[in-house]
Every structure is written in C-alpha cells, then in structure tokens.
C-alpha cells in the first residue's frame, strides 16, 4: 500500500519525466537574468518612447543562450542582418511605395536572395542573413500603410532590437557567465570519454546490434552540437577563442573514429559465430585488455589534462595489437586462412580505432593551446585552412530555398491583397518567422509545428494576464515584478537543450502579445484578431513547407557518387593516399550531418554506408601499398593488383549505371569475393613472411566483400527515397 510519502516523491518524478526541465542552479540563474534582462529593455524602451518597446523584450528571448559566445555571436550577426534589412526595406519602400506589384516583388527577391545566401552557411552567420530578409518584410511591410513614417518605423525597430541585444549580452557576460570555450572544453572531455566508451563497446563481443546502434546515434548528435558550439567560442574574450580549422579538424577526428568502430563492430561481431578456435584464443585477452582500457579512459575524466599519458597509453594497446597480429601470421599454414584472416583484420580496425583516439587528442592540443611563441625568422606566410568549394548541387538546393521562401511570400500577399485583410500584416510575419525553420533542414515540419504550438500557449497566457492581471497592476516596478514571475518558467525551458525552441516561442510571444505598449489599451476583439492571423500565417508557412519541398537529397546523392565512383577508385589505384582519402569523405560528410533524421532508416543507412565506404577507402588504400613490398608473393600480386583495377573501373561505372545498378553491384561484390577466395587457396611456406603479407591482403579483401551485405542499401543508393 503505497503512503502520501512514497506517493509525493513518486508524483514529482512523473512530473519531471513530463517537463524534462534542467532545474540545475545554473539553468535557474540563466532563467533569471534573462527574464530580468527583458524587463530591462522594455524599461529602456519605454524611456525612450519608441513605438513599439515589447520588441526589446522578444529581441531578449530570440537571443538567449546558455553561453555568453553564444549570446555575443547572436547578438552581433543579429545586428548586421537588423541594420542590412532595415537598410534594404527602406531602400525598397524609396523606389516603389505607391506601386504595391513592384514593393512586393522586390521584397520577395530580397527575401529569395537572403535565405539563398543563408542556407549556404551555417550557424548564425545563416541567422544573419534571415534577419536581413526578416527585417526588410517588416519595415517594407509596415512602412507601405504610411511611407512618410518609414524612417520613423525602421529607426524603431532598430532600435528596439539593439537594446534587446545590449541587454541580453550585458547579462550574459556579467551575471554568472558561461563561456563557450569553458564548455567547449568540458564537451571535449564529454565527447572523448564517450568516444572511448563507443570503441570498448564495439570491442566487446556480442553486443545487441540496437545498443551500439543507438549509442552511435548519441555519438552523432554529440558530435553535432560540438560543431555548433565551436562556432560560438570565435565571439569570446582572446584567451577563450580556440583555433577554428582545428576545432572542425576535432570533428572530422570523431567521425573517423566512428567510422572505425562500426566496421570493427560488425566484423566482430560475425566473428563470434564462426567458431575460430585458436585464433580466438589469441584475438579474445587482447582484445579485452583494450576494451578494459578504453574503458578505464571513459571514466577518467583527467585524462584530457595529460594528453600524453593518454597516448602513452593508446600506443602500449596498439603495441600489444601489433603483437598479436604477429601470432596470427605466424600460424599460417596450420590454421584456416578464413578466420586467420577475419583475425587479422579485427586487429588492425582496433589499431585503426586507437590511431584515431590518439589523432583526436593532437587535435586537442593543436587547437586549444595557445602556440609556442618562436624567434623571428623573416616574413612568412599564413596558410589557412583548405576549405571545401561550395558544390554546384549544394548551390542548386540553395536557390531553390531562396526561390522557394520568394513564393511563399508572394502567395501570402497574394492571399492579403484578394481578401483585403485588415491583419494580413501579421499573417505576413508570423509566416516569415516559420520560414527560418526552413533553412539548413530538410524537414522543418515537427520543429515548426513544436514553435507554433508553443507560441500560441504564449499568446493565451498573454490574453489571460492582459485581462486578470495588467489591470491590477500599478507602477513600473510591479509591473516587472510579474514579468520576471510569470517568464521565470519560459527561461528554465530555453536553458534546457531539448526545450529551447519551446521557451523562446512562449516567453517571446508572450512578452510580445501581452500588452506592454505605451499605453495600456485593451482591446479583446484586437488581440484575437491579430494572434489569430499570427498563428495562420505560421500554419500556412507549415503547410507551403511540406507542399514546395527542399532537401538535401541531391548532395547526398552527389556525395554518393563523388564516394563511389572517384574517391575509391583513387584509393584502389593509389592516386592518393588513403588517409587522405577518409578525410576528404568525412569532411563532405560533416557538413550534411545537422541535416540528417538518424531516427529514419534511409538517412541512417546513408550515414553508415557513407562512413563504412570511408573505411573501404583505407583498405583499398592497404592494399595497393602492399603491392610495393618486396616479399609479396608473385601470385598474390597479381592478384591483388588485378582484383584493383577491376574493382576500381566497375566502382566508377556506379553513378551512370542507372537502372543497371544492382547488376552493377552485383559484379562488384563478386570480382571481390572471388578475390578473397583466391587469396584463401593460394599455397605458400607456413609461416614465411609472404604467407604473412598474403593474409593481410586477405583480411583487407574480406572487409571489401562484407560491405556489400552490411551496406547494400548505401550501394544501390536506396537511402535517397526512404
């Protein structure tokens, strides 16, 4: 029988589990301030009898972030789009304010050309395009009912919003600040033991393929958020900022090593069954001892302050690799090559696995600490960082978000000129704020409709405080008081990651909508009229959204083929080296992960094929170099180097195969297969060192053949349509 004091404690974990708010002192403090910083800037506003003071208060809650880089950056990119728009809006109205075709085919050309520019980056510099646009639609907008108050509206809302900015940073700096370098570093040594942890549990052996698979998905929305954050440190004081092209080297580290892992995991993973005797014997305590030490790093969380005990470490792990694929080799001739050689593959993924944790922690270094001041030697010159050519398909997608944000706008207005609508105003820029969660995301429909739900709880309770609250409030300082009250909870929600968007939506509008004008005038029928067309123009953007569709399918359909059908055959004939070759594929990799719905298999798919081509990469690569050793056998060589060629022609033959694609594939992963049977009954001096080199070239086929089974969706290109 349960009592009231099993039944309380019980009543609060179920509330919790509802609202997963952070309720952490911190998450508390941030909520504060904030809420506090919005009362400011309305007071600001009000002192300086600007026309509408509630937008210092939303401009407070639009930008607030955990972080003081992170509100720094906001603030500062949101003030050059405010200016930039304001600026264009003004410029717009100038040229066509008595003709109302032109005003609103100018302004959805800005529009177009400002989420053009804005897909292409990323971050807030993306944000800082569609604030130009944003703007623009609004002084454009409200600046047509009466052109010779344009100045007048554009100066206000500037205004406005450059006071919300001032005060949100002024408290984010000041008030129990958290700098994005500080949690930069502490996601760093987050990311790295989890890292750690990922490569232990693919070590282990018989795994639940759903755990490792839902651990990688944690690894991918861990790396993610590390990306955005690294772009935030840049907007800090010059002791917190970190080297930008080393910390987006950190990214493309973690990657790497989670290609490594899945490859190392599955292959394991089949070992298991296959009943290997000896080598198993030999494969099992070492590989235990490397999972016991890539677990004992996840657990320690000091180990990012000596890197190189860490390293120390990794290399004694790699050592003991190196001498146990030495006993596999030597048992050539007296074991069957097929598990000798899944043996030594197993053993050299580890390796791999452990050359990128050791990688990740050079980057650490590199990035991080400030640089060795050295003498003088002469003029030298700066070699920044190699940065990736924006592709002409990424371009494409660009403009047709562009084009596609142009049109919507003109159906609104199309829609508010037929029927004449006294609020079309605001339908128009309720639907210019849903359109943001258009940008660099495929699918802004759950998000968007999660703002919208939000924003339109934020206007009830506006309506219920403007009509039982405002009236009973008199004086400036009560009515503070109940706005830092009645926000404290929209402010717990925007510190907590899971729950930002749901926060700015509520604690934005309703500051917004409540009422907070110069004069307290309400009005029922007004405020129902204007939500009302608030929220329709945010429902038809949704809708326009799902109707005019804009994805990244064809960069990954041309990430697909440039992985395929060039990068592999380079590896395969040795134009390149390998490891420059993952590179590269991780990088195009890393630009496309924010956009991915891992929960969807067809997007998952894509992202496990892409990373395990990348480690394809690196044994094509092992084995073109393994033709330059002297003691390869003849008959292995020409093997080897005629299973190359083959495979590298019929791999390029993948983009154009069309319809003949599976036939494709199909050939591939036999040239591949027979291979590796080839290699298996090749008769060479047991334990010789060309028996040696003859079971690597083996090991590294059977990786080939296995990605056929494990990936074929990601082979005929099946991920596109899921």
Known sequence: MRTAGTALPDLWKSVRAAIPVDLGWRNVAFSLRTACAAVVALAAAYWLELQDPQWAALTVYLLAQPTAGAAVAKGAFRIVGTLGGAAAGLVILGLW????????????????????????????????????????????LEGAFAPTEAWHIAFDRTAEIVI???????????????????????????????????GAVALQPRTPQATFAALRREMV????????????????????????????????????????????????DDFQVEGAGPVADRLGPVMADVSARLERLAGDPSAFRDPRRVRSELLAARVALNAASA????????VPFVPLADGVLILRRAGDLLHGLSMVMVSEAASLRPPRRLAPRGPAKALPAKA?????????????????????????????????WADGFNAASGLAVLLFFAVNQDRPGALGFSFLLWTALGMAAAFLAMVFVLPRIEGFEALGLFLVLAMFPAGLMAGTPQMAWAGIAFGGFFVAEIGTGNVFQPDEAGFFNATLATLFGMALALV????????????????????????????????RHERVILREIVRALAELLPRLALARPGEDDFLRGTLGAASTGLELGRLRRLLTVPELAESTR??????LDRFAAQLEAFPAAGRDLAARVGEAEATAREAAAALAAIDLPPGSPAAGLNLRAGASLRFIADRFDIDRPFFLHAFGEA
């Open 327 to 334: 006993d596999l080799e030597a048992m050539t001739g007296r």
């Open 97 to 140: 304010s008595q003709a109302p075709l032109p005003l609103i085919g100018s302004l959805a050309l800005w529009l177009g050309l400002c989420f053009t520019l804005a897909t292409q980056r990323r971050n807030y510099a993306a944000y800082s395009f569609l604030l130009a646009g944003y703007t623009a639609l609004l002084v454009g």
């Open 388 to 420: 990736l050519p924006a592709s002409p398909t990424s371009q494409r997608e660009a403009w047709l978000a562009g084009l596609r944000a142009g049109l919507v706008l003109l159906m609104m207005c199309g829609f508010w000129a037929a029927s004449e």
């Open 638 to 643: 020409g093997l080897v180097a005629g299973f």
């Open 544 to 575: 326009l959204l799902n109707l005019l569709p804009v994805n990244s399918r064809a960069s990954r359909r041309r990430l697909w083929a440039t992985t395929l059908g060039t990068r592999l055959p380079e590896a395969a004939r040795g134009v």
């Open 164 to 198: 919300g900015i001032a005060c949100i940073t002024a408290v984010s700096v000041l008030v129990f600040p958290v700098y994005a370098g500080d949690v930069l570093r502490g996601q760093l040594v987050t990311l790295f033991g989890r890292l750690c942890h990922y």
């Open 221 to 268: 929305e861990g790396v993610v958020k590390f990306d955005a954050l690294r772009s935030y440190t840049v907007f800090e004081a010059p002791e917190m900022r970190a080297s930008d092209a080393g910390l987006r080297r950190m990214t493309h580290e973690f990657l790497r090593v989670l290609a490594v892992a899945r490859g190392l995991y599955v292959r394991l």
